[in-house]
């Protein structure tokens, strides 16, 4: 399941470490150290540290201390709409944010070469502008980000 967690994060554009260590939280149910995550998971503390506070920032888990222990403990938000509104959906906006930027780029660059072959191409790029732009208003809409 954990390796499942890292494959659908890879998928959503997102580091696979983030959805392995999810995965890992939500499964097992009860706070871990970073020392634990990078046992159970064989990969360094850095590499932990650095995706758990980007969970932490989507809102994917909670930092818990312990009365007498220096070192933050972490634990899996089982709230999946907070998940998906504040870490796939923003995360996803950016990638069609950028996708925007290459597509204008691409089209300036056809513009000038100004050959059959660009016209061909300057069409498909609309043909997926048109549809990137139809995926971002979809997940900006207020109605659907409520039905979330």
Do not use: W
């Amino acid at each position: 399941m954990v390796e499942a967690g890292g494959r659908t994060a890879q998928s959503f554009g997102l580091a696979r470490l983030l959805g392995q260590i999810y995965m890992l939280l939500y499964l097992k149910n009860q706070p871990l150290s970073l020392d634990a995550m990078v046992e159970e998971l064989q990969v360094s503390k850095a590499s932990v540290s650095i995706a758990c506070r980007q969970l932490h920032a989507f809102g994917a888990i909670r930092r818990i201390t312990h009365k007498g222990d220096r070192r933050d403990f972490y634990e899996a938000i089982q709230d999946f709409r907070g998940l998906l509104q504040n870490g796939l959906l923003p995360a996803l906006d950016k990638k069609l944010d950028s996708a925007r930027i290459q597509i204008e780029q691409c089209r300036g660059m056809l513009i000038e070469a100004d050959s059959e072959a660009s016209e061909q191409l300057l069409q498909r790029l609309n043909e997926a502008e048109e549809r990137r732009s139809k995926i971002s208003d979809l997940i900006r809409n207020p109605l659907v980000r409520r039905m979330l």
